[in-house]
Structure formats: structure tokens, C-alpha cells
């Protein structure tokens, strides 16, 4: 039903790629970034193939790594989990509060080690977490705090959007989410320097205009 709505719209924007031939990180993508990044009111937006791979790299740009302890929840899709054992860290579980499905900010800090290193949220179903609290806890114990908002893209607290208060931001936009491409990611990130990080591990090492024609 969206393609039927949409038709001519999409059609064209397809005909337009194929007609430059920029297919990775082509003028369609780079102005994605710039304008969820202008709504979102963030410095810099940096798209991904998936919503794995952002919260991969988001993981990598922050330094953390082997035998780093992540405290997150189970109540999400694997990814959030994966990413976390694939560059060796332990995930660390905490539950969720039942009536909002969303992380428990009251058993974040009895599970925080001399190994904690993040905090990886989960804004579930749409609805985002307690991200005053568990901004404050990270600032307290000096963790990062990412957050995974692959089911809550603009959402709102006030004036804040879902992905806007941590250190990064993570987004999915896998066609069950609610902006769907088939598959794809995002990272919104307003640090500067952790932007150009997430940058270069985004292209394995080299700098994005080497992907750029």
C-alpha cells in the first residue's frame, strides 16, 4: 500500500540513482543525514547499512571493547545483545519495568563494576526510557551511554528526541521499523570528533571521501 501511494515518488528516486551511478553514499544518502540530523537537532548524522552495524560502531568509536563489561537489557531484538559479544565486551543484564518495557534505571547502578565501561537503553515499542536518571548514573560513574533507538525514531521527551541525550544515537531502518528502506542505519552523534571516529570505522579505516565521487 505504501508503494502504491507513493509510486511515481519512488520510481523516480530510483531512476535518479541509477542514473548517476553513486550507489554508496550517493547525494540521496547524504542528504538523509542532513536533514534527520537538522530535525533531530543534532550535529552529525551518519547512515549505515543496518542497525546492527550502527550499534556496532557506535560501540567501537567509544573505545569499548575486550573484557569491558556493557550493561543493557534482554528485552530486544538480538542485535542489541551481538554487537556487544562480537568485539569481545560482556553484556551485563538488567530488567525492565513492566509497565513501560523499557530498562529499569533503578538496577542500573547495583549492576555498575570497575569494568562497566557503557550503558547501552533500549527505547521499546516506541516509548522512551527514564533518560534523566540514566543520563545522571552515567555521568556519575563516567560511563557512555548509547542509546539503541531502532524502534523509536522520533520519539519524544519535550524537546528531546529518542537518540539525542546519549553519547550516540543508534537507528534502524529495516522494513518493520517506522521508516523502512528494506535495510539500513543511522548514528546521531553531536561529539565532534566522535563523529569523524564513527566516520572512518564506517569506512574500514579510510576517510568517506574515499567512497565519494
Known amino acids: 500500500r505504501e508503494y502504491k501511494n507513493n509510486k511515481l515518488q519512488i520510481e523516480k528516486s530510483i531512476q535518479n540513482v541509477l542514473n548517476h551511478g553513486l550507489f554508496i553514499n550517493g547525494p540521496e544518502v547524504k542528504q538523509l543525514e542532513i536533514e534527520l540530523a537538522k530535525f533531530c537537532n543534532t550535529k552529525h548524522c551518519i547512515c549505515v547499512s543496518n542497525g546492527t552495524d550502527a550499534l556496532k560502531i557506535a560501540l567501537l568509536a567509544l573505545d569499548v571493547g575486550v573484557d569491558d563489561e556493557v550493561i543493557t537489557v534482554a528485552h530486544s531484538w538480538i542485535s542489541t545483545v551481538e554487537v556487544i559479544s562480537i568485539i569481545n565486551a560482556k553484556p551485563v543484564f538488567v530488567d525492565i519495568e513492566p509497565e513501560t518495557l523499557n530498562i529499569n534505571p533503578d538496577l ?55 537518540g539525542t541525550i546519549g553519547d550516540v544515537g543508534c537507528f534502524s531502518f529495516h522494513e518493520t521499523k517506522n521508516i523502512g528502506c528494506g535495510e539500513g542505519g543511522a548514528l546521531l552523534i553531536n561529539n565532534n570528533s566522535l563523529s569523524d571516529r564513527a566516520e572512518i570505522i564506517r569506512a574500514k579505516g579510510t576517510n568517506r571521501k574515499a567512497f565519494e565521487n
Open 108 to 162: 542500573i547502578e547495583v549492576a555498575i563494576t570497575e569494568r562497566t565501561k557503557a550503558i547501552v537503553v533500549v527505547h521499546y515499542a516506541g516509548a522512551m526510557c527514564a533518560m534523566d536518571r540514566i543520563q545522571s548514573i552515567a555521568s556519575r560513574y563516567g560511563l557512555f551511554l548509547i542509546e539503541d533507538a531502532a524502534q523509536a525514531i522520533l520519539t519524544r521527551d519535550g524537546s528531546r528526541f529518542a
